[in-house]
């Protein structure tokens, strides 16, 4: 027992000795693997350090100044691009159009080439705007304070390439001037320009050049969808030199469904309430009232909804102001008429003159589809000589005669009649019977009145809205 004690003894003392060389050179692997890692780390970050001291100012050939061109007379050629990615707003009011956009600017410097291979494969260099040449660009025209170059050395960086290619990317807040045309509103379509300009560097010393702007990932707001974005390049030229604008082209389109669903649909349901008023009978006594109300109402729309319409020059009328102005018309000729006809409703007197006779009483009443009351439609007799209400009670018809009128249920006067005629008076039974048919004439004259003026307002109310209505049904 002691031997086999010693012997196991001694095998755990030969194990403990063989693992403990395993353990050193397995730190020793260690810690070579990670001094190689931090050496080839450190080495990659000197590299380049190494290749932004060479092009910045070791080779001594390199200006931040000086044009990239290879002889003077060359012009540096100059790719602007612009992808916009919001429509943040469009003022009609200040002619105003505010973006924003991702800018990118593409040029060639020739100084500024290495070959990757000598510089641990590195292929891009990232540099600042102070340690590089750059473009001097200005947007023309600009809505700000000032014109100012929209490139910020706090949000530009240059990406160079291995090649000499300059890459600056950046996003910006352009603001500009935007003539908008107006005369179609809410169906208007909305052209506005972004123009690039270079910092008094003519054509000869800089280029510029349209790249493949987009309005790509442009999100649809509540009232404008973007069409397209596209540049042309115009020249013009000061004194003996030529210089060029980048003129960026912006389309957009207005969605109208909310101006119309809150301002153009009120304002013409209430006008359509309006015509109504035309069909109140003149005895109701709330007919001019309807009218006032109606139109106050529409006042008071009208001055809630001024501000968010758009203030136009000499671009004509927008079709939603026209219908709002015809509808406003509209109701306030209502009052008008309805005047008239209450006015012609209450006089007293025959309505003179065979002409005037004629026409209110034989001509229009037809025409319009109106009758006097207690007669068929389209059976209106409407002589000189005698009214049907004549023809019905004299002051010579006998007893039965006399009875037959009072028991007639189609003519509203019959029981006044027959209270005459029991009272055996022929004068006072004639001068009532032509009091009362000169009353009749007149509020027939006033139904024609009411029913000729409703055609007159329906006419204008259907004008004025046509345009509005068409456009709207052609959406």
Wanted: proline letters at 5%; one cysteine or more; charged letters at 20%.
């Amino acid at each position: 027992m002691g031997g086999s004690f010693s012997w196991l003894t001694r095998s755990d003392v030969m194990a403990s000795g063989l693992v403990a060389p395993w353990w050193l050179l397995s730190s020793l692997l260690l810690t070579t693997a990670w001094s190689c890692i931090a050496h080839n780390a450190s080495a990659s970050h000197l590299t380049e350090t190494r290749l932004r001291h060479l092009i910045v100012t070791g080779n001594g050939i390199y200006d931040m100044l000086v044009r990239p061109a290879i002889t003077p007379n060359q012009s540096v050629v100059v790719d602007l691009e612009l992808h916009m990615y919001a429509l943040i707003s469009m003022d009609e009011k200040a002619q105003v159009m505010t973006g924003a956009s991702r800018l990118k600017l593409t040029w060639h410097d020739y100084r500024a080439r290495w070959d990757p291979m000598d510089y641990d494969n590195i292929t891009d260099l990232s540099l600042g705007l102070s340690e590089i040449w750059t473009p001097k660009i200005l947007l023309s025209n600009g809505a700000g304070d000032r014109i100012e170059n929209p490139v910020k050395e706090s949000v530009f960086l240059a990406l160079l390439k291995w090649d000499g290619t300059v890459e600056l990317q950046g996003q910006v807040i352009h603001k500009t001037h935007c003539a908008m045309q107006l005369s179609e509103f809410p169906f208007d379509r909305q052209t506005c320009w972004l123009t690039f300009s270079s910092q008094n560097m003519p054509k000869d010393m800089i280029t510029l050049r349209a790249g493949a702007s987009s309005v790509y990932g442009l999100e649809i707001t509540s009232q404008w969808r973007p069409l397209e974005l596209y540049g042309v390049v115009p020249e013009y030229v000061i004194g003996s030199r030529t210089y060029q604008l980048l003129g960026l082209k912006f389309t957009a389109e207005r969605l109208p469904h909310y101006t119309l669903m809150n301002v153009a649909l009120p304002s013409g349901a209430m006008t359509f309430i309006s015509l109504w008023v035309f069909w109140l009978p003149p005895e109701s006594g709330e007919k001019v009232s309807m009218a006032v109300s109606i139109l106050l109402g529409q006042a008071v729309f009208w001055l809630v909804v001024i501000e968010s319409l758009p203030i136009t020059g000499g671009q004509g009328t927008p079709i939603l102001l026209s219908s709002i102005e015809c509808n406003f018309l509209v109701a306030g000729l209502a009052i008008l008429l309805s005047v008239v006809t209450v006015r012609v409703h209450h006089r007293p007197g025959p309505l003179r003159g065979r002409v005037l006779r004629m026409v209110f009483l034989r001509i229009l009443p037809v025409v319009v589809c109106v009758t006097r009351a207690g007669t068929r439609k389209g059976k209106v007799d409407m002589s000189d000589s005698q009214t049907p209400t004549d023809a019905k009670c004299t002051h010579t018809v006998d007893e039965d005669a006399a009875q037959s009128v009072s028991t007639s249920t189609e003519d509203r006067f019959s029981d006044k009649v027959a209270e005459l005629k029991s009272r055996e008076d022929p004068q006072s039974c004639s001068k009532a019977i032509k009091d009362e048919n000169d009353s009749e004439d007149m509020k027939l004259v006033a139904a024609v009145l009411d029913r000729f003026f409703f055609v007159i307002a329906a006419v204008l109310f259907i004008y004025g809205n046509l345009p509005l209505i068409i456009k709207w049904m052609s959406m």
